[in-house]
């Protein structure tokens, strides 16, 4: 029987590689962004709800491995503050 969590590996490996070279990256513009009292455009916005569906989508392989827990709820925890911002700032701009 094959174990789950084994054959997880590539795919994580994958979703790890992406994290650090795509996401994080332009997530921390966008902090930035929203930081300097900018509103998001809607491909920030678009992008936004993709990375937060995507990880919803993986969730069941970060489930089987508990030690990625602390970075997913960093990561998300980054997203939370962009939107949470973003909303901020366009409700100034209002």
Known sequence: MNNPAIS???LIEVLLERLNK???PHA???QKKVDAGEV???FDMEF???VIEDT???KPIYDRHPEYQPLISK????YTYIVLKAAENEAKHS
């Not at 990561?75 to 980054?78: A, F, G, P, Q, T």
């Open 28 to 30: 921390l513009q966008l």
């Open 40 to 42: 998001l455009n809607d």
């Open 22 to 24: 795509q996401r994080l």
């Open 48 to 50: 936004l709800a993709a």
């Open 75 to 78: 990561v998300m925890e980054l």
């Open 56 to 58: 919803n989508g993986v």
């Open 8 to 10: 997880d590996t590539g």
